[in-house]
């Protein structure tokens, strides 16, 4: 079990730690909801430097990531991201990724760290160009500061204004007395603020500065649950849960991050199923009666027939009922959609709705 640069200061703090993804991380601190209320109405920071890096270089570098990911990354000028998906052979998703570009020739990819070795070993694989490729993955630490008092909190730190990085930018500048930091508004919570690149020794420094900044503003650590409530009441995708090597970016709902003006892998047989139609799709829905949907859970029509499952469910801290995203057959995905999830032995009514489900 790895741990983060951070993870002693988790422990001191009384985190709850889990496995995850090779990582030992923080669960939670205080609780889930309130660690949840934290980032939507203050200011909290996630350690997630379990997420990989790779750093791709040269006058190829824009064609290799054109070649494995949906996404158009042509459009991306220096300081801007995009979110993206790696499409494999077989109509699947290898992993979903940010991708940053940091210079004329030069981006970063950001992967889950669940896949980081599966991702490398992709790409690679697609590097017929010459293409350097770092994996900084383990030499990197990144902290999600989040919430709608981020920018407030945290502007004492840098000498550039926080205000004026519109969301998907970034901005390489110093930061809690750390030079060539990447300061990102990104983030997978929907209540704003960044995320912070840096560097492994340099992460406690940066952790300790942006607690102290953010004492009047009621800053708080945040664990791995919480960001998963919160994640999901904006409907924001999983891998592994919502999308894996077995669903297709159509069937998911990202046809917006999958171009079709330029050729990718697999990018003729996605074109083909987007044609004909996808089968099956990924809605988000809530339940009309009491109970909290859970991954795996069946979705059965009125009579009891199994028309799809849960991917992810749970009980939103911000809407006080459960909430679920989960594949199900077409013809069941428009909004307002009756459908039921079977829980135990329980038939439950459920009604499909349009994400996010917390709107600010």
Known sequence: MKNTALSH???SLGAKM????????????????AEHETVRNGVGVFDVSHMGEFL??????????????SNDASV?????????CLPNNDGGIVDDLIVYRVKEEQYLLVVNASNIDKDWDWISSHNDLGVEMKNLSDNYSLLAIQGPKAVEAMQSLTSIDLSAIKYYHFEVADFAGIENVIISATGYTGSGGFEIYC???????VWNKVFEAGAAFGIKPIGL????????????????NDINDTTSPLEAGLGWITKFTKDFVNSENLKKQKEAGVTKKLVGFELTERGIPRHDYEIVDADGNNIGIVTSGTMAPSLGKGIGMGYVKTEFAAVDSEIFIQIRNNKVAAKVVKMPFYKK
């Open 9 to 11: 200061i988790h422990e």
């Open 18 to 33: 889990v496995p995850f993804a090779g990582y030992n991380m923080p669960v939670q601190y205080e609780g889930v909801n």
């Open 56 to 69: 791709l270089t040269g006058e190829n570098a824009l064609a290799l990531i054109q070649k494995v990911t």
């Open 76 to 84: 991306l000028e220096i300081g801007k991201a995009q979110y993206s």
């Open 199 to 205: 560097k492994n020794n340099e992460v406690e420094q």
């Open 225 to 240: 649950a919480a960001r998963d409530t919160l994640r999901l009441e904006m409907g924001f995708c999983l891998y592994g």
